[in-house]
């Protein structure tokens, strides 16, 4: 990857207002996220590791810039920043220390 590839990418954070599964699937949760320019929705395959309640409040870090897509019917804007560990489960990438909704991040 060239550094401009990686500038390219709109990485910051984000706080999550509302989280829920989404119906008929195992793996998916909509998430309601604050991104200090906006209020908008990411889906994340993140439901076995999980649950919606323990989202809520949660700072995180998204890639802004991704196009967005629809996943079950429901457009999302973003993906999750995550660190897959040995044992596979999947841990946020987040600030050391709680930072404004839509720091930019590089």
Same mark, same amino acid.
């Given at each position: 990857?060239?550094?401009?590839?990686?500038?390219?990418?709109?990485?910051?954070?984000?706080?999550?207002?509302?989280? !829920?599964? =989404?119906? %008929?699937?195992?793996?998916? /949760?909509?998430?309601?996220?604050?991104?200090? *320019?906006d209020t908008r929705t990411i889906v994340s395959g993140i439901a076995e590791y999980y649950?919606?309640? !323990?989202? =809520?409040? %949660?700072?995180?870090?998204? /890639?802004?810039?991704?196009?967005?897509?629809? *996943?079950?019917?429901?457009?999302?804007?973003?993906?999750?920043?995550?660190?897959?560990?040995?044992?596979?489960?999947?841990?946020?990438?987040?600030?050391?220390?709680?930072?404004?909704?839509?720091?930019? *991040?590089?």
């Amino acid at each position: 990857m060239t550094f401009d590839a990686f500038a390219a990418m709109d990485i910051r954070t984000a706080t999550v207002l509302e989280a !829920e599964r =989404v119906p %008929k699937t195992d793996k998916l /949760l909509k998430l309601t996220i604050d991104t200090g *320019i906006d209020t908008r929705t990411i889906v994340s395959g993140i439901a076995e590791y999980y649950a919606p309640e !323990e989202m =809520v409040g %949660k700072q995180i870090c998204i /890639l802004a810039n991704l196009q967005p897509r629809v *996943i079950r019917g429901i457009e999302s804007k973003g993906m999750i920043l995550m660190a897959k560990q040995g044992d596979g489960k999947m841990r946020f990438v987040t600030p050391a220390e709680v930072v404004v909704n839509g720091a930019v *991040i590089g």
